[in-house]
Structure formats: C-alpha cells, structure tokens
C-alpha cells in the first residue's frame, strides 16, 4: 500500500473515532523467530562430522527461486487495541540461459486486530482482507502486535507455499526456496525442491556437538541429519559453509539445506556444490550477503521494488 493511501486510511479510521498510530511496531521487517535447540538424529554415521564437498559446479538449467517479502504497519487503536497493516508478497523468478524472469507472484494486504477493534474500524477497511486476532482476556497492546506479527508469519508462509505449488504444476524444474520446507508436506517430499535456512535461531545439536556445528570449515558440509520434530514433514539436512567464519562470526557463511528424506551423501556433495556457485557477490548490498545467493536476492530485489515502501504517515 502506497504512503498516500496509508495516510487516508488512517484519516478514515480517526473520523469513526479511533486513535491513528505514527509508530511502526518491532517486528515490522520480517519473521520472528524464537531461539531453541531442537535435537536433530543423524542419517549419515554416528558422529557429526565434517564433510568436504570439492569445487564449485554451476547448477544446470532451469533453476528457479522462490522468496516472499513482508512488511508491517501499526494503523491505529480502537481505544487500546491496535490494528495493523501488512504486505505481504513471494514470487518466483526462474533463469535459463543465464536469464532470470518472474514466472509466478502475489501480492495481498491484509489488516489485523482484534475482532470489537475491526467492527469499530467499520468501512474504513472496505476492500482489505482483514484477520481477526485470538482474543485473550485484558489483551495487552504490545501483546496485540506480537500475536498481530505471528499471523502475518503464518501468512506469508501459506503464500510461499502456494507458490512454489503452482510453480510445480507448471515445471518439473529443480525450485530453491528461501527458508524450510517443513511448512508443507508436498514441498518436503518433493526430490527436486531445496530449502536454504538463513536463520539459525533454531539448532539442531547442543553441547560439544554444537560447537562442531558450527566451526564447519568453508566449502564443507555437515553429515547429514534429520530434525526429530517433524515427523508430519520429515525432511533430510545438513548444514553448509559458504565462506570462512575465522576472523568474523560462527554463523558468518553458514545456511542449512534441506531435502525431501532418503537423499544420499553423493547427492548431499553434488548440491552443496552447485549451492556454493549460487552464492551472492560480495559487493550485494545486503547485511546477509554471507548468506544470501543470487537468485534469492534477484527474487527480493524484484518484489521489493514493485511495493511501495510503507512510511509512517
């Protein structure tokens, strides 16, 4: 939603008497994760071990990536009760040829609050999709925002999901998606889709094996293991180096790979290498370049640049 519309949204909401807010909640740029260890069990040995995976291999054609952006807007109160505004989009973007283009996208807003807070909203919200909050006794404002924050998680999600879903019924082509794939039993059973987890708040070992975890050396692998939690969407994974940690960060180059179950060791090698040509020039203007490849960036910069950036209005 473009700033203007933002602000005649909020001048709609203060004539049916709500109180417009100027404050962009905390979790305004993106997911929020909660950090936890989660034991993983090994598939590959006995013992986490390190595992080099050679040079570099471009991955063949076609290729595509898959990627959402979100982002949050506090609107306004009904008396305390905030309600809340998000975009949410996810596209996909598939290269052949050394050519990348957009094959599948959707954009959606949506706004978030309690249901006596959206009733009060009124008409100001025509035409929006609107999400009702779980209503719990003496709701809390910031409380409001952190559920209003969860939903739009799930949200996005559900969207990436679809996509990569219709990105499948249209090409048997290899998809690389930004994030797990154990939201979805079909993206976790499907032998050409790979998951790449930038985010560690989740572990999956602890004690001295944690610290093997996460001294991988550059351009190896984990062995491979499976997360003992999800026994709905079973998936196989490893973490991989993309650059050197010395001198810098544990987490500095490191993402988790994930894989439909029953992927062998040899396979393992084969797609860590054509991960590691994926990998995002240094000069990308992004705090995660470390960990971000190319196609992914391509699919973020593209979604990013057709929404107008919402600004406090």
Excluded at 73 to 96: C, K, M, N, Q
Aim: aromatic letters at 6%; glycine letters at 8%.
């Amino acid at each position: 939603m473009n700033p203007n519309s933002l602000i005649r949204l909020r001048r709609a909401l203060a004539l049916r008497g709500l109180t417009p807010a100027s404050v962009v909640p905390d979790a305004s740029g993106g997911r929020t994760d909660e950090a936890t260890i989660r034991p993983a069990r090994l598939v590959e040995g006995t013992l986490l071990e390190w595992k080099p995976i050679g040079a570099a291999e471009r991955w063949p054609d076609p290729l595509a990536f898959l990627d959402g952006v979100q982002r949050t807007e506090l609107l306004g109160y009904s008396a305390h009760s905030p309600i809340v505004l998000a975009d949410i989009a996810a596209a996909v973007r598939e290269r052949t040829a050394r050519r990348l283009r957009t094959v599948v996208e959707e954009r959606r807003t949506l706004v978030l609050g309690r249901p006596d807070a959206l009733l009060a909203a009124g008409d100001a919200l025509r035409g929006l999709t609107v999400l009702s909050l779980p209503v719990e006794e003496d709701g809390h404002p910031a409380a409001d925002v952190v559920q209003a924050a969860r939903l739009v998680d799930r949200a996005r999600g559900a969207l990436e999901v679809s996509l990569a879903l219709r990105y499948r019924a249209r090409s048997p082509g290899w998809l690389v998606v930004d994030g797990g794939l154990t939201e979805s039993p079909e993206l976790a059973a499907d032998s050409r889709m790979v998951g790449v987890v930038k985010s560690h708040a989740t572990l999956p070992f602890d004690g001295a094996d944690l610290d093997r975890y996460l001294r991988l050396p550059h351009g190896h692998r984990s062995s491979l293991f499976t997360p003992v939690t999800r026994s709905l969407t079973p998936v196989y994974s490893w973490a991989l180096r993309l650059w050197s940690w010395e001198g810098k960060d544990l987490f500095h180059g490191l993402i988790r790979v994930e894989v439909a179950p029953g992927c062998s060791p040899d396979d393992a090698d084969r797609l860590s290498r054509w991960l590691l040509s994926e990998r995002a020039p240094l000069s990308a203007p992004d705090g995660r370049w470390d960990r971000l490849l190319y196609g992914v960036h391509s699919v973020e910069t593209y979604l990013r640049a057709g929404t107008t950036a919402l600004k406090r209005g």
